[in-house]
């Protein structure tokens, strides 16, 4: 949980928007903090604020927790520039945010229980 955070952060985070688009959301009007129209990317979001994006709320997406079955010769690493790595075997559109928990070798596999 987070205790606040700017407005513009907030929008990027709960929505697919950039930092910068989710600016020129705000400067734009579309958006009401706990109703009102807020034209601030700098204003502070507490954790019970609401947030709307016309007239739709808002919120943050919750943890993400996701098990694989690593092959051999795929490294547990997020980035690499050699070899590929686990969050690799994922689509795109998944991969962000995630971080690997846990490291096996390449030769390793990853085996559940």
Known sequence: MYLSMRL??????????????????????RIR??????RKSASPV???TRVSLDDQPLSLPGERYLM???????????TDSQQPTALDLLPADVRHGLHIAGRLDADTTGSCC
Request: hydrophobic share 40%; net charge positive; charged share 20%.
């Open 68 to 78: 694989l079955h690593k092959p051999a010769g795929v490294i547990s690493a997020t």
């Open 46 to 48: 507490a954790a019970d």
């Open 33 to 38: 903090v706990d109703g009102q129209i807020c």
């Open 8 to 29: 513009d952060y907030f929008i990027a985070n709960a929505t697919t928007l950039s930092r910068r688009d989710a600016k020129k959301t705000i400067s734009s009007g």
